[in-house]
């Protein structure tokens, strides 16, 4: 290695100014937005121009934003929640109960395939999933189920990664011998898996659970081009529906206009079930997302 | 770890009794999944990408037609730019703030920092565009006076086409950042303790550790990131999609190559094209993955 030479020890505050600066810079840059989106929720348009963008504006304001806000369409955005949270629910529970299981296998037992099927897997996950939108259309409607929500809940259930992040943590964190030992007990390979590797799986089954319920929360080409009903629509395209209501963004918008603030609630309301999830799943995030890391 | 890696042939028996049955049980349901949902569109894509609406072969007509529509290259352009930008900021900024991380805060400090870089995560999708949307609105930003200093009073003049990639390339970053940061950091623990103090006992000082010891044990890392990121850029759709919703204008809805495809599909009946667009996508993004793994050795075993 072409190290030499010696950094002079007076160079090290300034140093640590310097970096101590970019580390605060950044910190502002990432929560500003969101802070600044809190106090939005709670002005009224007129305080969101004229006040000082991180006043607090007042709670009667951000109920008259949430009165407003239910009422627009009749409560669509509470009929878009609904939604969101069934589609992101069937398809997690249908991701769980087939990326757990087929993890195992791939990490546990050989079978003809295991090769193939691992790598496909990699591959399919450095795809694009939204360059596939245009074909998954066409494969839908050859199925007759566009306008369903079986036509997002099913390409959701497929998620490769939760495979891949199942197989890993397998191979790594459980070892071999003790289903050796539960077979020998006379365990059936169903007994197995539901005996000894499930219960050992729990923190591979919260991180997948969180990231595929964050991917199928935030997904917006899939549900925009499938279901084109606004009230089948999840939460991210409803929002987008109501950004084209907003006057000062869309001059065409009709008589049913929403306000900056009832926009700013909007996407609030939108992103607290990913926060609160992110709250619970935040143990398993580190380790898990380290799980190939630490594979030595 | 000893692995035995018996190939499971034809003419062998699988060790464990009924283990012949169980494997191929358990990945049925993801096997279908995985054709369903990845191999039949892809084949799905590839057959209307060479045949015309009526089903006959049409070799790379629909290609050579998209390729000529008057938007095509302007998009690719823009999706180039776009990735340039946003995987050039990716990797300085995420590496140099994990490294900076880990060198100066420790314990509850460098724990806070790296939530507080995590929150906007959880606002990808519409939210995260919707934020910035406003942020780029000199009439409500919190950063107005900043944008007022760079010549910009209105949000016509913010979101000028010129600018767009750049403003795409700040939303991506301020969602998709604070994940990478946390994976480089633990990454970056994961350098053995006596490795560093090599390092420092040899005179290496903050820098010359960084360059010469940390990044190259985080290479696989950072190709690993610049795969996905690469995945995720092609891709471009929801933020140029709301942006020209809000755009007064502005914005058209041709910026990214996938708004082409929708575009082609949904508003002229193109269908063949846009399945041409959409293989071209896949092909260049496998491509690139591809180039990636192999001239990293990702999947090496070390």
Not at chain 2, 13 to 33: D, E, K, S
Request: with cysteine.
């Amino acid at each position: 290695m072409l190290i030499k030479s010696k950094t002079p020890a007076t160079s090290s505050t300034s140093y640590r100014l310097l970096a101590g600066s970019v580390l605060t810079v950044f910190v502002v840059f990432f929560v500003l937005p969101v802070l600044w989106l809190v106090l939005a929720a709670t002005k009224t348009d007129q305080q969101l121009v004229h006040g000082h963008p991180l006043s607090f504006g007042s709670f009667q304001a951000l109920l008259d934003n949430w009165d407003s806000l239910t009422g627009f369409q009749d409560g669509a955005i509470l009929l878009w929640l609904g939604n969101s949270a069934l589609y992101a629910v069937i398809s997690l529970v249908i991701t769980l109960g087939v990326s757990v299981p087929a993890g195992y296998a791939l990490a546990m037992t050989e079978f003809r395939g295991r090769r193939t099927l691992l790598i496909a897997t990699l591959i399919v996950m450095l795809m694009p999933t939204a360059t596939l939108v245009v074909p998954l259309f066409l494969e839908i409607n050859a199925a007759r189920l566009i306008g369903t929500m079986w036509s997002i809940v099913l390409p959701y259930a497929f998620y490769p990664f939760g495979v891949y992040l199942t197989y890993i943590y397998f191979t790594t964190a459980v070892p071999k011998d003790l289903l050796a030992a539960a077979r020998m007990d006379g365990c059936s390979e169903f007994g197995v898996f539901r005996h000894v590797a499930l219960p050992l799986a729990t923190p591979v089954i919260a991180l997948v659970g969180f990231f595929s319920f964050v991917a199928n929360w935030t997904n917006y080409f899939l549900p925009y081009v499938m279901l084109p009903e606004s009230d089948q629509m999840p939460i991210q395209v409803g929002v987008g529906n109501l950004l084209s209501s907003v006057p000062q963004f869309n001059p065409t918008a009709g008589s049913l206009a929403v306000e900056r603030p009832q926009l700013a609630l909007a996407t609030l309301v939108a992103i607290t079930p990913v926060l609160v999830v992110f709250l619970f799943a935040q143990r398993f995030l580190v380790s898990g997302m380290l799980a190939g890391a630490t594979k030595e | 770890m000893s692995v035995t890696s018996s190939p499971a042939g034809p003419g062998r028996r699988p060790r464990g009794a009924g283990q012949g049955w169980a494997g191929p049980a358990f990945v049925a349901g993801y096997t279908i999944l995985l054709v369903a949902f990845g191999v039949l569109p892809i084949g799905y894509a590839v057959y209307f990408a060479f045949t015309d609406a009526g089903g006959t072969f049409t070799g790379f007509a629909n290609f050579v037609g998209t390729a000529q529509d008057f938007r095509f290259l302007d998009a690719v352009g823009h999706v180039a730019v776009y990735l340039l930008f946003w995987l050039v900021s990716l990797v300085v900024f995420v590496v140099a703030l994990a490294l900076l991380l880990h060198r100066l805060a420790s314990g509850p400090v460098s724990r806070t920092l790296r939530f507080l870089y995590y929150i906007p995560g959880a606002l990808a999708g519409a939210a995260s565009v919707l934020v910035w949307l406003f942020m780029l609105d000199p009439t409500v930003s919190p950063v107005r006076s900043l944008l007022s200093g760079m010549g910009f009073d209105t949000f016509g003049q913010v979101i000028a086409p010129g600018n767009l990639a750049v403003l795409f390339t700040i939303i991506a970053f301020w969602t998709g950042a604070g994940g990478w940061i946390v994976v480089m950091y633990g990454a970056l623990n994961n350098i053995p303790q006596d490795v560093l103090e090599a390092a420092r006992i040899d005179g290496a000082g903050a820098w010359k550790t960084a360059w010469h010891v940390q990044i190259p044990m985080l290479r696989k890392w950072i190709v690993y990131m610049v795969i996905l990121a690469f995945a995720g850029g092609v891709q471009l759709f929801v933020e140029p999609q709301l942006l020209s919703l809000a755009s007064v204008g502005v914005a058209g809805r041709d910026y990214s190559l996938n708004q082409l495809t929708y575009d082609f599909a949904f508003q002229m009946n193109n269908i063949n094209g846009a399945a041409a667009v959409s293989v071209e996508l896949l092909v260049v993004s496998a491509s690139v993955a591809g180039f990636f793994v192999a001239r990293s050795g990702f999947f090496d075993a070390d």
